[in-house]
Structure formats: C-alpha cells, structure tokens
C-alpha cells in the first residue's frame, strides 16, 4: 500500500531564505507526483506536476524534483515571501484512480 | 472557467442527521473524487466518479456513506445518520482525462467543512 512521508511537519524560516521541503513514498510504481499547497480554511491549489519520466519542473521561484527510484522528491523555494505561508501537501498518483497525500509540511515565512 | 464549485462550505448537523455535500466540477470535466481530510490527518481518497458511473469507491466507508454523480446537476456525497467522527473537511477534485493520460490534473474545490455535533 502506498504511504507518503513529509518531512519536516512544520517550518519557520526568515523572510529571504531558500528552504527545502521533503517528499519520500514507499511505492515507485507511480504516475505521477504533485506538489499542492492549502491556506487555512480554503482548498488546493497544484502548484507543479512531475511525471514520472520526469526528473523536475519548475514554476517561477518553485522547483520540484523526482528520484522515483528511491521514491523521494523535494520542493525548493528560492526568496522566500511571507505570502508563501500555507501547508504544503504532497501526492502521488499511482495506477489506480486517486492520489495518496502526505500530511503536509506547515510553512511559516516571518517578515 | 469556474473553478471546482463545492456547497455548503460550512455544515452543522447532529448525530443521527443527514448530510449531503454537493460538487459542481471545473466546465467540461467528466471525473469527479471526493477526498476526505480528518483533523490533523491528510487527505485520503474516497471515491471516482464518471457521469452516472461509480468507478471506484474503494475508500467510502461501507455504511451510512453514498456518492452519485447524475447525467445533470452536480455530484453529490451523501453522509446518513451523522456520528462525531465524520466531522472533516470534504473534498471534490475534478478532471478532464481518464487517470493515467498525460495531462491528469485533479483540479480541487475549496471544500466542506463538516462539524457533528
């Protein structure tokens, strides 16, 4: 069955800092691996997609990696905003018809 | 384009009532999931459906909890005779392609939060 870890669950850094955020799932046999991120009280919003042939997308100060091999991925966010404060979820879409999440990474950016 | 719709956003009832959440998915969207996220848990996958078609359901619960997604109007997900332990935030995903085609984006709802009491 497959599992999925972030770490760390929450982070605080200073406004400005590059941060890392942790993805590990247990099961390679993926289609694919999206990094979301959820403001309190509201839903999701995708921020990138990998597929599986994949090894990274990027989106502005936003890159995402995959090592489907050894089952990890990271999201790394360059100069970070106090607007990048929200929880940062993780998924993995395997052969079957939904995404297993992991619980999240709570990220706060200080001003 | 709107955006995945869900209604209510906020839902009280009492043990032993009846809750129906509704999802209207992103303008030509076909497949529908509904997640549910327990307090300080992640979300977990209940339920695919196509028009008129429960694909898989693997993640309801057997009892008390049913989904259909009729050819007009919005999907909904049915919760009969509440307990305390339903009171999560639902979710509804929706997407355009069949899961596994290139482009499978499940595009989500702002969710409803259920509260039991």
């Known amino acids: 069955k497959q599992e999925v870890t972030q770490i760390p669950a929450a982070l605080s850094v200073p406004e400005g800092e590059n941060l890392v955020l942790n993805c590990s799932f247990t099961d390679s046999a993926i289609y694919n691996l999206q990094w979301f991120r959820q403001d309190p009280g509201k839903g999701l919003t995708s921020l990138l997609l990998?597929?599986?042939?994949?090894r990274e997308q990027t989106s502005g100060r936003l890159n995402a990696s995959l090592d489907k091999s050894s089952g990890r991925s990271t999201l790394y966010i360059a100069a970070s905003q106090p607007g990048d404060s929200a929880t940062y979820l993780c998924a993995v879409q395997t052969g079957a018809n939904n995404l297993f999440f992991g619980t999240g990474t709570r990220l706060t950016v200080i001003p | 384009n709107a955006g995945v719709m869900q209604n209510p956003r906020h839902l009280v009832r009492r043990r032993g009532q009846e809750a129906r959440l509704r999802c209207s998915p992103m303008?030509?969207?076909?497949?529908v999931y509904w997640y549910r996220q327990l307090p300080e848990e992640g979300l977990k996958f209940m339920v695919y459906?196509?028009?008129?078609?429960?694909?898989?359901e693997s993640g309801m619960p057997k009892e008390r909890f049913s989904a259909e997604f009729p050819k007009e109007g919005p999907s909904i997900l049915r919760i009969q005779q509440v307990v305390r332990g339903d009171s999560a935030a639902y979710f509804c995903?929706?997407?355009?392609?069949?899961?596994?085609?290139?482009?499978?984006?499940?595009?989500f709802g702002p969710g409803t939060r259920l509260t039991v009491l």
């Open positions: 303008k030509g969207h076909s497949h």
């Open positions: 995903a929706s997407s355009p392609w069949s899961p596994g085609s290139s482009t499978d984006t499940q595009y």
């Open positions: 990998i597929q599986s042939s994949q």
């Open positions: 459906l196509q028009k008129e078609n429960i694909i898989d």
